[in-house]
């Protein structure tokens, strides 16, 4: 079985400040791990994946996440946050093997002007 | 390229109505899949593909069916619609890579049943 856990559905940084959004995982062997951003009234896109390669990956828009093994986290991150990066983040987790994703509750990132 | 397309963008129906949503894609991608999302809830499984003419359970199949006649098609009904089937319905699809499973999605469906 695997699961994702975000902690804080609602996360607020000033413009400009560093975001950190939390994602913890639980899977029985070892995971693949994705970050989706979800715009207003729009599908979800890929921010960023975790295959097993380098542990801290890159994504688009200045976004990052690092996958560490002894926390079980996947945590995104940004240095400096644009009032473009308001949206609905989701935290998912796959394995070798499996065909379906399994997603978070989401975090909903808002930015202070 | 259209990605993945889904048809309507919104529908409101009266409970035991009955409906059909088309999704489509155009990358030729093997596994496709339905979803639902609640407020809080994040994305829930309803059914996937693993191919053509394949269909399977997911999280909540009930009150859900699907067909995957074609390889870039996959329909989800409702035979007899239910105020708790008010949700956004997503689609997506991904190519055969065993566990990265990158999933591409379209733009969604916002189905109200009164």
């Known amino acids: 079985a695997q699961s994702v856990t975000q902690l804080g559905s609602h996360v607020s940084v000033s413009e400009g400040a560093l975001v950190l959004l939390r994602c913890n995982y639980s899977?029985?062997?070892?995971?693949?791990l994705f970050w989706y951003v979800q715009y207003p009234n729009q599908g979800l896109q890929l921010l960023l994946k975790?295959?097993?390669?380098?542990?801290l990956v890159k994504g688009i828009n200045g976004f990052e996440a690092e996958f560490k093994k002894s926390e079980t986290s996947f945590h995104l991150t940004k240095p400096s946050a644009h009032m473009s990066d308001a949206a609905e983040y989701f935290c998912a987790v796959s394995n070798f093997g499996n065909e379906k994703l399994t997603f978070g509750t989401g975090t909903r990132l808002t930015i202070i002007p | 390229n259209a990605g993945v397309t889904q048809t309507p963008k919104f529908r409101v129906l009266k409970t035991g109505q009955s409906m059909t949503l088309l999704c489509a894609q155009d990358?030729?991608?093997?596994?496709m899949y339905w979803y639902r999302q609640d407020p809080g809830m994040g994305l829930r499984l309803i059914h996937y593909?693993?191919?053509?003419?394949?269909?399977a359970k997911g999280e909540v199949p009930d009150g859900y069916n699907v067909s995957r006649l074609k390889k870039q098609n996959f329909l989800l009904g409702l035979e007899s619609a239910a105020p708790s089937q008010t949700s956004v319905y997503f689609c997506a699809s991904s190519y055969v890579v065993v566990g990265e499973n990158e999933q591409f999605f379209g733009p969604g469906t916002r189905l109200t049943v009164l």
């Open positions: 899977s029985s062997v070892p995971p693949y």
């Open positions: 990358m030729n991608h093997e596994y």
């Open positions: 975790y295959t097993s390669a380098a542990t």
């Open positions: 593909s693993v191919g053509e003419g394949t269909t």
